[in-house]
């Protein structure tokens, strides 16, 4: 066990040095001069070299993309060149929308998904299990920001139980967080919940059908107790990925339902800071989101390795 987290470590380390490289020659490629962009096109060329080093944009690239590195190290991100704070600070603020979005949207998901996955494996080959799959695949085909405009027209304008839009903020109280929550998580966890659907009924079935469930059932066993406590364990290890998977994408990926809803989150500042060039914000959030995504995947080894033994014995 300790040999395959040591290399797990290894190789976590190693994806999160090459996409530290990656988003930095990327940024760097990107044509245009921040400072430049902030003063105008009427800016004097001292002025603007004056900016750059108030800025560090004047250094070598070797040395700007040190010294960007070992600030993630200690928790500077740098300044933010349009809102003239710490980049730690923006993102303090907007992680704690993003991330309760993220966990409230993979709970939803995932509670809609197991049940529904386990009943249509459960029944295959029925009129359920085909309802289930054309409304799975109804899901996967409808993007989540449609979903999102039908759920503000029916609950936020029709019914009024929902506000629009925005965020009260958790000072406010946490029901009223919760509830401008909502909608959102609703949007982002239906079209996963589609595809977690159905990878746990195609992962349930291929485990019904193994030699162990087949001696379970011999031995007595009804058929919903050999798929609760044989069938569906083994079968929630390829969910396990795409579970790991989702809580990235969500967090990472939910910049059009934080705009579609005025949530100041994470994908939002990412957007802004794209529209208003502020480089220093991109790459230092997506490096974040980039971690992000390793250490889950990081933790879904471990998990697979907590769930299967044979694992632990490579």
């Known amino acids: 066990m300790l040999r395959y987290l040591s290399s797990r470590l290894i190789s976590l380390c190693v994806s999160l040095v090459v996409a530290s490289v990656v988003i930095f020659a990327v940024i760097e490629v990107i044509p245009g001069d921040p400072a430049s962009f902030m003063l105008g096109l009427n800016a004097s060329e001292d002025t603007v070299a004056a900016l750059r080093e108030e800025l560090g944009l004047s250094g070598s690239v070797a040395s700007r993309y040190v010294g960007w590195i070992s600030g993630l190290f200690v928790g500077d991100f740098g300044m933010s060149y349009t809102y003239r704070v710490p980049v730690s600070e923006l993102v303090g603020a907007r992680l704690w929308v993003s991330l309760p979005l993220t966990i409230y949207a993979l709970i939803l998901s995932t509670l809609i998904a197991i ?42 304008i029709t ?75 083994n079968a929630l290890i390829p969910v396990m990925t795409i579970i790991g998977l989702q ?33 220093i914000v991109v790459e230092s959030v997506v490096m974040l989101l980039v971690f992000a995504v390793i250490l889950v995947t990081f933790l879904v080894d471990v998990a697979y390795a907590a769930i299967d033994p044979r694992l632990r014995r490579s």
Do not use: C
């Open 115 to 156: 049940p529904v996955g386990v009943i249509a494996a459960s029944m295959r080959g029925g009129p359920v299990d085909y309802g289930i799959m054309g409304a799975t695949q109804l899901g996967i085909a409808v993007p989540n920001f449609w979903f999102a405009m039908l759920l503000v027209l029916f609950f936020a």
């Open 247 to 279: 809580f990235s994408f969500l967090l990472a990926g939910a910049i059009i339902i934080e705009n579609v809803f005025f949530l100041p989150g994470l994908g939002r500042l990412i957007f802004q800071g794209i529209t208003q060039r502020d480089l």
């Open 159 to 233: 019914l009024r139980w929902f506000s629009a839009g925005g965020f009260p903020g958790w000072e406010d109280g946490l029901l009223p967080g919760l509830k401008a929550l909502t909608l959102p998580a609703i949007a982002l966890a239906l079209p996963q919940a589609s595809i977690l659907a159905r990878v746990m009924r195609s992962s349930l079935i291929e485990t019904l059908g193994q030699d162990y469930m087949r001696t379970a059932r011999a031995k007595g066993l009804t058929a919903r107790q050999a798929v609760v406590g044989h069938a569906l364990r």
